[in-house]
């Protein structure tokens, strides 16, 4: 939408004059109603109003009185010139000298905050502002680039951004020598990790065995608790995820993902940090060769992230698997395209054959048998293309296209090389 | 960092050795033991290693239910398992290590996590730092070992891998994406035995402080919204979850469904 | 000449035939021992062939008159020979007893050679096919050379050329009878047949009686081989019967396996079986091979592997996989081999020894180790279906007049539609039923078709275990697999009930007046008989008594009865999952289109899930107990409007 205000003289003038045929109709129009006659100045000097000129029809015929003000806000808004920003009313905290430090290694996968990053770090301020008397600061340390320009917002107060080509890759013996030296030279009260796969949970293990500190892993939530050592009481699960454990809060956790809400009240400092020496160099046993190419098609169903799926409807086989390439996705099939011998066994989808959790399922041809939505129902986005608009699959999708998939599928292979040739070209 | 345990050379003789660190399972539903997932494909990779020599080794209480859990390794084609007695609630650590460095394997390879007890995973961090030996998690292969040096994959999310080299010896996990363990068959966990080696217990006395119950139900987040008027806040809190039903085309030409299925896949990131 | 020359032929032939018989006991032998009554079985061996395998045979009457024929004759011309120009006892009525016979023994050779001119592929080719020229060179030179004899001819008739090639005919004709008997011919099969009958493995199987249960594994002794890994870990009459084989093919012409194209044919698995005793290579088979599977390249020995851990040996596993244990191969079979018994024995080893239990067998094991149930279900979830029924559990009533037996199908959507019907009916007809809830665990029976006896073993006893709290009459349920391992598997494990399929158990309500349906309004329906059911259990009739009594005229397929065409369902073979060229439950619909049939009733929850798995099916397919459920009114109204007719209808079957 354009941000330039248009005027319509002549509705303005229609507007003004409530003998117009049309006055009512236009005032609606204009978003006033009958508001500009709810109040006026009487003969005597005192202010009259209309009670009966408030409020809007509903739409199920009933007069409604929204006193919120958003009714009258094109009102308000065309008067006033327009959008208003909301003003960023969030308390900046700035904390001189912290009582304590609370380490946080935030994963930063894509070299941004995660959700999980940002949880984790309202959990640390939990901790860091619990005593007002006593407050403590927020540390996050960061290995390698990034791009992440919101720490302050996030809840950060010390940034130590460890910005070496060393911390590239996996390269958790290198990480560890850090976070050693940082443990020793600041001496963090606490130190928060995510207890997510290849970042935090690898990373606090280490740190944890390394500064012999028992962890709590898998915290999910904080209490206050005066008869624990720290202040502190945490619930973590065990067992696989079968058992929570209460226990008092150890100076390392590594704390799952929505332990506690995000900041979202304060900004803070995110002051920026260094380490008074230069860390050690380190003889790394473990080398990062890199990620390995994975071929889609390659992909275990139960792993893929983007499932080209084909059923019973499919007809052309060759125009399928063009696509799945085209698309760069993981080839599944449903039982009855497995049967007729099109797909090898092991590409078959639902209850019977894998249960997948692709963020993207795209189903071709396929109805939508009772064991196949089955095995696809921690799927995140579901398409399904079939001609049959009353088949289960459709009612399932997120998307659904009614139409013969041969062409839809040819059609999308089109657009995506299209696409492709486009940004090749802007290149 | 500190300097080795000991020196690679083992290679030399052939065959490589190998100790798998297996523990009890738990099934997630019935609570019954068994093979410990991950402590299985972790089994299975190294029975899919060249010229290894395998031991399975595991600390604990020996009793009816863990050794019909115990032989559930054995059925996948072994003649003995190495038992390190342990009472009930002992610190198992220092038993494995020193098991461990009596027996000098090249490579030990462990599941990610116990599926009982305290199941935080850190053992085989706390048993690399005991022994001084590289540690590498989240295997889904080991690609070849050469020189005393192994190649590995790891298991990255949504079947990426990234090749990795440690030298030996080394701890490694392994994680879900590793081939599923082979079927345990009941014939060889009968025969199988169970050789008892002894070990003096720790007990683990912080673990006694704790409280374990069944896994509460964690709550769903709410979505808050910072809205200055009670009414949006109440629309928000009253607002419908979103979804029921998805979008529906009909009489459209295949490249107006292509250009919304496009859309879509744009908008999930899925197209490279 | 032909007087001195005969009885040393004779008695050659004879003496061969001993030496023969002895090798090849000594292969028989081979096996593990089995107890069995030797000379019992032996006094029972004339009417076990008699009558129990003529009622087989019988099933073709052109076949079974030729056989009489020609075996008849054989064995009466064979005894009066070795009498007449062996012994020389040709004295008056015997020497034309002997020319009777060996006449009734060419007629029969006559017809066996008209069947032989062009064989239906199920037959075996080969050394079969000279079959009837042997036949008939014994019949006609028998007769030939008793003509003078008896004097009918004079004593020097015919030159010394015509009496040499007479001899060489008897040779001929004496070498495949009786030295081809017990040395490896076609005749082999009336010597190891007879003994088969003698010392069957299943003895209750003749004079009517029913034996279909799998023998138990003793699992307590160290020592007993799980399963069968070679051809020597058979027991000694298991081998025996292998030898017995006709290589008729009738197996092969009803096997779904091989009709669907897996990698299974019953008669040359039999076959395979006979090359491991004896030991080469099958490449001297001369029937159908194993779909897809080229004659030749698999060998085997006595003590060597049936199936290798890699590469090939006798049989491949998958041959082994692609068995839906519906046993019509056995119910065919005219020399009674049992085909099942032998494919679960081989697959107990490859689960319990090999762990190998091909595609989602391991997994379905494992759920049934770690949650009593094969699809890992939680336990405590298996009533979950019936929250609004209020069903009575026996841990709470204690006791009840029937137990329904719900089984694993109470974890399926479909199958507790079924289940549902099932408890309205029991409810209309008044029935004091309860259900063991949570107690209940899988029956143990694809445990045990898969060959995994342990896990069958334990379920089986914690079932019994249970089963033992409470007091019942009598076990319901709607699964033709629990029935059946309830009622007949059970028992050897210590646990003996009463138990019915509900189609039996509806049939016995209404005909004790205590189910009113209504008049069927539908279309046209057919009845497949569930393996399990029919031909596990013998039971074919309650079911369409059933479809009797609501008003349906049931529109039998080609294959009913004992000769209904497995679903494909049993035996674990979902499970297993072994390619072919088409699906058995597709060739199972393509049966019931052929009746024009709208609705197929079943009356097993597998049966219902391969059927309804079937894409574009002609016909719907209900459940019986959904039938009936759907037809049934009020004792009340039934009153108003009485439906005598269909009553009656019932009685006359009944009778």
């Known amino acids: ?427 | 960092m500190q300097p080795e345990a000991q020196a690679p050379d083992a290679q030399a003789r052939g065959a490589l050795e190998v100790a798998v660190l297996v523990s009890i399972g738990r099934h997630p539903l019935t609570g019954r033991a068994r093979r410990a997932d991950q402590d299985a494909r972790g089994v299975e990779l190294a029975m899919s290693l060249d010229k290894s020599r395998i031991t399975l080794v595991h600390a604990g209480v020996l009793d009816e239910e863990s050794e019909g859990a115990l032989r559930g390794y054995l059925g996948m084609g072994f003649q003995a398992l190495t038992l390190v007695e342990q009472p009930p609630g002992a610190d198992v650590i220092p038993a494995l290590a020193s098991a461990l460095s009596e027996a000098k394997p090249q490579l030990v390879i462990t599941g990610e996590r116990a599926e009982q007890g305290e199941g935080s995973g850190l053992l085989p961090y706390l048993l690399a730092e005991r022994l001084g030996w590289p540690m590498v998690s989240g295997l889904a292969n080991v690609e070849k070992v050469e020189n005393g040096v192994a190649t590995l994959l790891q298991a990255l999310p949504r079947g990426q891998r990234r090749r990795l080299q440690v030298r030996l010896p080394a701890i490694v996990t392994v994680d879900g994406a590793a081939s599923a363990a082979r079927q345990s068959a009941y014939g060889p966990a009968r025969r199988g035995e169970m050789r008892l080696a002894e070990a003096p217990a720790v007990f683990d006395e912080a673990s006694n402080d704790w409280t374990v119950q069944a896994a509460r139900k964690r709550p769903k987040r709410l979505k808050i919204v910072k809205a200055a008027s009670a009414r949006d806040r109440f629309k928000a809190a009253a607002a419908k979850a979103e979804g029921g039903g998805g979008q529906v085309l009909s009489d459209v030409t295949p490249e107006q469904g292509a250009e919304a299925i496009y859309k879509l896949l744009k908008e999930e990131a899925v197209l490279r | 000449m032909l007087e001195t020359l005969l009885p040393i032929l004779i008695f050659s032939a004879l003496g061969l035939a001993v030496i023969g018989a002895w090798r090849r006991i000594r292969l028989w032998r081979q096996g593990r021992p089995s107890p069995v009554p030797i000379l019992k079985g032996l006094a029972a061996m004339p009417r076990r062939y008699l009558v129990d395998l003529h009622h087989v045979v019988g099933r073709d009457k052109v076949m079974s008159n030729t056989h009489v024929a020609t075996a008849g004759g054989f064995v009466l011309a064979a005894v009066l020979m070795i009498l007449v120009h062996g012994l020389g006892l040709a004295q008056g009525v015997l020497g034309w007893a002997l020319l009777v016979a060996s006449a009734i023994m060419f007629v029969g050779s006559l017809f066996v050679a008209r069947r032989r001119r062009n064989p239906p592929a199920r037959l075996s080719k080969g050394p079969w096919m000279r079959l009837p020229k042997s036949l008939m060179a014994f019949s006609l030179s028998v007769f030939l050379i008793t003509l003078p004899t008896v004097g009918v001819l004079p004593a020097d008739f015919g030159s010394w050329i015509l009496a040499v090639a007479l001899a060489a005919v008897v040779t001929w004709g004496l070498g495949e009878m009786f030295f081809g008997m017990t040395w490896g011919g076609p005749m082999k099969h009336a010597f190891a047949g007879a003994l088969h009958l003698a010392f069957h493995r299943r003895a209750e199987r003749f004079g009517g009686g029913r034996s279909t249960g799998l023998k138990a594994l003793n699992l307590d002794d160290p020592k007993v081989s799980l399963g069968v890994e070679t051809p020597s870990d058979f027991t000694w009459n298991q081998l025996l019967g292998f030898d017995a084989c006709v290589q008729c093919g009738r197996c092969e012409a009803v096997c779904p396996a091989f009709a669907a194209g897996q990698p299974l044919n019953p008669k040359k698995l039999i076959q395979d079986m006979v090359v491991g005793m004896t030991g080469g290579s099958d490449a001297n088979y001369a029937g159908s091979p194993y779909p897809d599977k080229p004659v030749g390249e698999h060998h085997g020995d006595p003590h060597g592997p049936i199936v290798a851990r890699e590469g090939k040996a006798l049989v491949d596993a998958e041959t082994l996989w692609s068995c839906t244990t519906c046993r019509a191969c056995v119910e065919e079979c005219p020399m009674m081999i049992e085909h099942v018994d032998a494919i679960v024995d081989m697959r107990r080893f490859l689960t319990l020894e090999h762990g190998n239990t091909p595609n989602k067998g391991a997994e379905v094991l494992d759920n049934l180790i770690a949650t009593d149930n094969p699809g890992g279900f939680e336990p405590g979830s298996r009533m979950h279906w019936a929250a609004d029924l209020n069903l009575p559990v026996m841990r709470d009533v204690k006791q009840a007049d029937v137990l329904l037996w719900l089984g694993d199908g109470a974890f399926d959507m479909r199958n507790q539609r079924t289940l549902r019907a099932l408890i309205k009916v029991l409810r209309g007809a008044g029935v004091d039923f309860a259900v063991l809830g949570n107690e209940e665990r899988d029956s143990g029976d694809v445990a045990r078709r898969l060959g995994d006896e342990a896990t069958f073993q334990s379920l089986a006893k914690r079932n019994i275990a249970t089963l033992s709290q409470y007091r019942f009459q009598r076990i319901v349920t709607c699964d033709p697999h629990s029935f059946h391992v309830l009622k007949n598997e059970y028992g050897e494990l210590g646990g003996n009930y009463e138990v019915f399929h509900h189609s039996t158990y509806i049939a016995e309500l209404y005909e004790a007046g205590r189910l009113h349906f209504a008049p069927w309004k539908g279309g046209k329906v057919t009845y497949h008989d569930p393996c399990y059911l029919g031909r596990y259990n013998g039971e074919y009739e309650a079911p369409r008594n059933v479809l009797r009594a609501l008003g349906i005229e049931v529109a039998e397929m080609a294959r009913s009865g004992f000769r209904s065409r497995c679903c494909g369902g049993g035996g674990g073979a979902p499970i297993t999952d072994i390619p072919g060229k088409q699906r058995i439950p597709d060739m199972r619909m393509n049966d019931v289109k052929e009746t024009g049939a709208e609705l197929v009733a079943v009356g097993c929850p597998q049966c219902t899930a391969m059927l309804e798995g079937v894409v574009d099916a002609t016909a719907e397919i209900r459940d019986i107990a959904e039938l009936v459920a759907d037809a049934l009114v009020p004792e009340s109204e039934a009153r108003a409007q009485p439906t005598g007719e269909a009553r009656i209808a019932i009685k006359e079957v009944a009778s």
Not at chain 1, 162 to 185: K, M
Request: net charge negative; aromatic share 4%; glycine share 10%.
């Open chain 1, 1 to 427: 939408m354009t941000e330039i205000l248009r005027r319509d003289p002549r509705k303005e003038w229609i507007a003004r004059n409530r003998l117009h045929p049309e006055h009512e109709r236009v005032l609606f129009e204009l978003g006033q109603g009958t508001a500009v006659a709810t109040e006026w100045m009487g003969p005597n000097g005192v202010i009259r109003k209309n009670p009966h000129g408030l409020g809007f029809i509903g739409p199920n015929g009933i007069k409604r009185i929204d006193r919120s003000g958003v009714q009258q806000a094109p009102t308000a808004g065309r008067g006033a010139g327009h959008s208003t920003t909301t003003a960023d009313d969030r308390r900046h905290v700035e904390i001189e000298a912290p009582a304590f430090l609370v380490a946080v290694v935030p994963d930063m996968p894509g070299g941004r905050l995660s959700s999980h990053d940002r949880d984790l770090l309202g959990l640390a301020r939990q901790l860091a502002d619990a005593d007002s008397e006593r407050q403590g600061a927020v540390l996050a340390v960061v290995f390698g680039s990034h791009k992440e320009d919101g720490f302050g917002e996030a809840g950060v107060d010390r940034l130590l951004h460890l910005d070496e080509e060393v911390f590239d890759g996996y390269t958790p013996e290198t990480r560890l020598a850090a976070l050693s030296a940082i443990e020793r030279e600041l001496a963090p009260y606490y130190w928060l990790l995510p207890d997510s796969k290849l970042g935090g949970a690898d990373l606090g293990r280490r740190l944890a065995a390394r500064i012999q500190e028992r962890p709590a892993t898998g915290v999910w939530q904080i209490e206050m608790d005066d008869t624990c050592e720290l202040g502190w009481r945490c619930t973590a699960r065990g067992a696989a995820g079968t058992t929570d454990i209460q226990r008092a809060l150890p100076r390392v956790a590594l704390a799952l993902s929505e332990c506690a809400e995000p900041v979202s009240e304060t900004r803070h400092a995110a002051q920026p940090m260094a380490l008074s020496q230069a860390l050690p160099s380190q003889l790394g046993r473990i080398e990062d060769l890199g990620q390995v190419a994975v071929d889609p098609a390659g992909v275990a169903l139960a792993e893929a992230e983007f499932i080209l799926s084909a059923g019973n409807g499919v007809k052309d086989w060759d125009g399928f698997h063009h696509a799945a390439k085209v698309l760069g996705a993981t080839e599944g099939a449903s039982r009855v395209a497995v049967d007729d011998g099109f797909m090898p066994r092991h590409r078959q989808v639902g209850a019977t054959g894998t249960w997948v959790t692709a963020r993207v399922y795209l189903a071709v041809g396929i109805s939508g048998a009772i064991q196949h939505l089955q095995g696809i129902q921690s799927c995140e986005k579901v398409i399904a293309v079939n001609l049959d608009p009353g088949c289960d699959m459709i009612k399932r999708a997120d998307l659904a296209v009614i139409g013969d998939s041969a062409k839809v599928l040819a059609a999308l292979v089109d657009l995506v090389a299209q696409q492709r040739e486009e940004k090749r070209d802007a290149a």
